[in-house]
């Protein structure tokens, strides 16, 4: 109970204040049997609403793919956001606020939330940042598979926005309202959740969310809230859902590969950035906003954002339903390998894990591909089951589940 409480950021101070960053449960890991509950509850309800699912099958595994690899780098290392945050706390902190008070528990709530809006905001507004942040838009369905689609890059510029709450606020109650904030967001991706009344005015909802996921010229940088809305009203960016939202960017990468969903945009910075004439010209398409160019305003021409017909068809390449199945179970292997790698971590050399995240990372980018019905993905994906048999072989790779050892060799 207290664990989905938490996806809802409804655990009250007196359940979730502690005193030291090690007492603080890993809300996010322990949330993943919840996340895929709710999966499977919105596939249920969208059936039953209009006989339809909410998602397909490529664009799901492209999105938890994304999800896995923006994990990756907290296998090896600890968060960035508490390292530097309590490197700040440690060295510069002006006072120490209480941790066990109820008051410093909501002025954290307030201040993660505003901290989040500030560098979302940024994020959108400065073209090398939105090269990160562009990944959590790149799905053109949206559903909560969408909410996992994340960035691998981004969390090494967040971490900044948090640093003045280091000066008073104690490390414990921070990591805390980071987890929160982060699980809140969750759930409000979503089509089955309508409109939740006066909330509406206050938090951040499916409804005002799926203004933020638009590209429909309207739903443009809107609605950069995590949990709450109240920030959006006060600096001006809300905007209530009006006409149907066409999900994903106004020019959509039109790709499954989650490598190149996450170095696609950077390559085409660096293309614009040599081919832009003059030295500021260069600055501005690092540090202005992604539809810039000379000339222009800093985040570009509104009347430049294509205009939404309603026919509008996703990115769906033809392939063999074979096909799809294959990479569906393959998929729920490398989830299988992912979560015993996150189990087994303290005990695994080095280089085993290293030898895992390779592995990880290999198999995502040839599903990516196979989905994409592409010439080379084949070849790939050969590779890609050699190399599986050898390492497991090896002993390198072991299942959570001992009976599927002979099957993953089939």
């Known amino acids: ?10 655990l009250p101070p007196a359940e979730s204040s502690f005193r030291t960053v090690e007492e603080v449960p890993d809300y996010v890991d322990k949330s993943i049997p919840f996340f895929i509950t709710f999966i499977g509850l919105e596939f249920a309800v969208s059936w039953i609403q209009k006989r339809k699912l909410p998602g397909r099958i490529n664009d799901g595994i492209s999105s938890l793919s994304l999800g896995i690899l923006s994990r990756l780098p907290d296998v090896l290392f600890r968060s960035i956001d508490l390292i530097s945050y309590i490197h700040v706390w440690n060295n510069y ?29 940024i994020s959108h507004e400065v073209n090398i940042l ?4 562009q990944v959590h838009h790149s799905s053109e369905d949206y559903n909560l598979f969408t909410a996992l689609r994340q960035s691998v890059l981004q969390k090494y510029t ?7 709450m280091a000066l008073f606020i104690p490390p414990s109650v921070f990591a805390v ?3 929160f904030n982060l699980l809140y967001q969750f759930w409000i991706h979503t089509e089955v959740i309508t409109k939740l009344g006066p909330l509406e005015w206050i938090l951040n909802t499916p409804s005002h969310h799926r203004v933020h996921h638009g590209r429909n010229p309207y739903c443009i940088d809107k609605n950069y809230g995590g949990t709450l809305i109240i920030w959006d009203r006060i600096f001006g960016t809300f905007e209530a859902e009006d006409a149907k939202v066409v999900y994903g960017l ?18 085409h910075i660096w293309n614009t950035f040599w081919a832009t004439p003059g030295f500021c010209n260069k600055l501005s398409v690092i540090f202005k906003g992604p539809g810039w160019g000379p000339g222009k305003p800093r985040l570009g ?14 990115f769906n390449p033809p392939v063999p339903a074979y096909c799809n199945c294959y990479a569906l179970v393959h998929f729920a292997i490398i989830v299988d390998l992912y979560t015993e790698l996150l189990a087994s971590i303290s005990v695994l050399s080095q280089g085993t894990v290293l030898l895992r995240i390779g592995f990880i990372i290999l198999s995502l980018a040839s599903f990516g591909l196979l989905m994409e019905n592409k010439s080379k993905a084949g070849i790939l994906e050969i590779i890609r089951c050699l190399v599986f048999i050898g390492v497991y072989k090896l002993g390198y790779f072991r299942s959570q589940f001992s009976i599927l050892g002979y099957a993953y060799e089939v």
Request: glycine share 4%; with cysteine.
């Open 250 to 267: 106004t020019h959509p990468v039109n790709s499954f590969d989650p490598i190149m969903l996450q170095l696609r945009p950077l390559a």
């Open 158 to 164: 967040s971490w900044m926005f948090n640093l003045p």
């Open 93 to 121: 902190r002006l006072f120490e606020l209480p941790w066990n008070s109820p008051w410093t528990w909501y002025l954290t709530l307030l201040g993660v939330d505003f901290a989040y809006y500030c560098f979302h905001r």
């Open 301 to 314: 021409l509104p009347e430049e954002i294509p205009v939404i017909t309603g026919k509008e068809v996703p």
């Open 130 to 133: 939105w090269a990160a942040h």
């Open 1 to 10: 109970g207290q664990q989905l409480r938490a996806l809802f950021y409804a």
């Open 177 to 179: 309202h980071l987890q």
